[in-house]
């Protein structure tokens, strides 16, 4: 079916997506890097960036582009993009994609949704035999979760100039591994440019990840942007002693240190002076020498920060500075603060949002604006291009990062035939 607006004449999708072509897809990629959960008994995914497990999973995805008829080039930090071609291929193409690389403890969904449900759109678009006049690209993007090499979005940042290709390459996780090594081990190493050039537009299907759309009945969210995120890495010098004899008046003790800035952190989102949309998480802290009876000499933990207003974030990140300086003093202990991550608040576009509400209004489904707490490749090439995205609901209120992460079929097609009649309409 084909209709005409301003003057183009563009493709109107008239093969839905396939609810159950797309279920078994996400299914059998969480085959890939399972794993049981000893303390809940359900099975995650672990499929850590760059381990053998994402390895096999980008070359289970990258078969299923080329079963799919997609032209797949892999670039220099391993981002793998597949392109089907447009009636006009010199125009910049419609992009679509997320990550398949998930942190230890993940569910099916994160991030394997967008990417599945941008190969289930060209399936549908090849069943309807429809040509789009501007080429369709699917990417996934290499290590968006950060759990490994301590960065998120990394392939995104790299892919649109925010992080050097180099610096990138040169990131080792905590065995001294390196992102150019362990690319170059797993094959994924491309030659491929990795600089984009600006795609037309971004959309990209995501899991909330949160409790928002379930709580309020919602069937799928329109995503305003993505909130600020701030990590930091704090390794604290201490001083190594038995625990029976030192007093405690003598001690310079690194794990104390750091209990006393994940206190400080939740105090701050408790004054309510960061504004109300604070979040702070010390989500690793590697005690060394790590025994019973000894104060421990070192410690390397993590901050987490988020927050929708800048100034907030700009204000949170200075004062902590502060009470590490002053801790430090007290305590009589090192405190080396390294910058991991950093993003500000990402405004997504209205032109695009709009398109993907008129969509989900004409399917009559119930929605609503949402502003992510999650961050997402989405974020990196909003810099590039026009971009947002489509939230589907999780079950559970949401939970993610977390083997319970459950959607359902019906769901995720929902948010995939979403996805699809955006995508025509910007292609065309
Ligand atoms: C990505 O998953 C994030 O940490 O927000
Ligand atoms: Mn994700
Ligand atoms: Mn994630």
């Known amino acids: 079916m084909s209709s005409t607006t301003s003057g183009t004449t563009w493709h109107r999708p008239a093969v839905p997506v396939r609810a159950d072509r797309l279920w078994n897809r996400l299914m059998a990629l969480s085959e890939i890097g399972r794993y049981l959960d000893e303390p809940s008994g359900l099975f995650g995914v672990n499929r850590l960036a760059l381990t053998d497990a994402d390895a096999e999973g980008r070359r289970v995805v990258k078969r299923w582009m080329e079963e799919a008829g997609l032209q797949v080039r892999v ?7 597949g392109r089907r071609g447009g009636a006009d291929d010199t125009l910049a193409p419609v992009m ?20 599945i449900g941008a190969l289930e759109v060209v399936r549908a678009l090849d069943e309807d035999g429809a040509r789009t006049r501007r080429p369709i690209e699917v990417a996934y993007f290499t290590d968006e979760e950060g759990a490994r090499f301590g960065t998120d979005m990394l392939g995104s940042a790299v892919a649109v100039g925010r992080l050097g290709l180099d610096t990138a390459l040169a990131l080792t996780d905590r065995d001294g591994k390196s992102v150019g090594q362990e690319l170059k081990r797993i094959g994924f190493l491309g030659e491929a440019q990795e600089r984009l050039s600006p795609p037309h537009a971004y959309v990209e299907c995501h899991i909330e990840q949160g409790p928002i759309l379930d709580a309020a009945g919602m069937e799928l969210g329109v995503v305003t942007g993505v909130q600020g995120i701030s990590w930091q890495e704090l390794t604290i010098g201490g001083r190594s002693a038995h625990a029976g004899t030192t007093p405690m008046s003598l001690r310079r003790d690194a794990g104390l240190a750091a209990a006393r800035v994940n206190v400080k952190m939740h105090e701050m989102v408790r004054s309510g002076q960061y504004g109300a949309e604070m979040r702070a998480t010390m989500g690793r802290i590697d005690v060394h020498p790590g025994r019973v ?3 421990p000499s070192r410690v390397v933990c993590t901050v987490d920060l988020r927050n929708p207003d800048d100034r907030h974030m700009a204000r949170a990140e200075h004062d902590l500075a502060e009470h590490l300086r002053a801790l430090s003093a007290e305590l009589g202990v090192t405190i080396d603060a390294r910058r991991t991550a950093k993003t500000e608040h990402v405004q997504f576009a209205d032109s695009v949002q709009t398109v993907i509400a008129r969509h989900v209004t004409a399917l009559g489904l119930k929605w609503q604006h949402i502003l992510s707490g999650a961050g997402h490749d989405a974020q990196e090439l909003a810099s590039l291009c026009p971009t947002a995205m489509i939230f589907v609901p999780g079950l559970y209120e949401g939970i993610s990062h977390n083997p319970r992460e459950l959607s359902t079929s019906e769901a995720c097609a929902r948010g995939v035939e979403v996805l699809y009649r955006t995508m025509v309409e910007l292609a065309a």
Not at 75 to 81: C, E, F, L, T, Y
Not at 96 to 115: E, K, N, R, W
């Open 75 to 81: 670039d220099r930090i391993g981002n793998v993009i």
């Open 293 to 295: 009876n000894i104060v």
């Open 96 to 115: 679509s994609g997320s990550h398949i690389d998930s942190v230890p403890t993940g569910g099916a969904f994160d991030g394997a949704l967008g990417v």
